[in-house]
């Protein structure tokens, strides 16, 4: 049932991705936009994705609002960056750790990084679970404490999320790689 459900979601998502490509919903763009839509999922599948644990409505909305407030208060701190006298800020790669259990939760955490203006996710040590980033304006203590605030509580709620630990179990997947 998951998996149809995805699969329909997808369709719904990449024909109304089509829609906004065309700029008018018409019966002809969304049928051509659900024939490409079946075209690119069928053509071009990916490949599966184990999903472990379950979402918790409550927390991803908690989530969210951290999200959506990190990002006002980036681009406000990227914006007097900008228009300040002085030099330029110093900048550094700093490397956080972000103990998530799964790929998808990983790379949905390493995404929201990369939306946080001023910083960018420039690599990824999957098997520690290290992300290195390129953080702008680390000139003080103050706001390299705040970078590694900031990727602890991340990680606190991405698994108040996504990965409890008592609702946590590996995928079928996993497991046989692991008992190879």
């Given at each position: 049932m998951r998996t149809l459900t995805?699969?329909?979601?997808?369709?719904?998502w990449l024909t109304l991705v089509w829609l906004l490509l065309w700029g008018t919903v018409?019966?002809?763009?969304?049928l051509s936009g659900l024939v490409v839509a079946l075209g690119i999922t069928l053509l071009l599948?990916?490949?599966?994705?184990?999903?472990?644990g379950r979402l918790h409505p409550l927390?991803?909305?908690?989530?969210?609002?951290?999200?959506?407030?990190?990002l006002a208060q980036s681009s406000?701190?990227?914006?007097?960056l900008a228009i300040r006298p002085g030099g330029p800020p110093l900048s550094a790669v700093l490397r956080g750790h972000l103990a998530l259990k799964s790929d998808l939760v990983l790379a949905l955490a390493v995404n929201?990084?990369?939306?946080t203006p001023g910083t960018i996710v420039l690599e990824i040590d999957q098997a520690r679970r290290l992300v290195y980033v390129h953080v702008l304006n680390v000139g003080s203590?103050?706001?390299v404490e705040r970078?590694?605030?900031?990727?602890?509580?991340?990680?606190?709620?991405?698994?108040a999320a996504f990965e409890r630990d008592s609702e946590w179990r590996p995928a079928a997947i996993e497991s046989e790689e692991v008992s190879r």
């Open positions: 995805l699969r329909i979601w997808t369709l719904v018409s019966v002809a763009n969304i599948p990916l490949p599966s994705v184990p999903v472990q927390s991803l909305l908690w989530l969210v609002l951290h999200v959506a407030w990190w406000v701190q990227v914006a007097w929201i990084m990369n939306l203590k103050r706001s970078f590694y605030r900031q990727v602890d509580q991340l990680q606190r709620l991405m698994v």
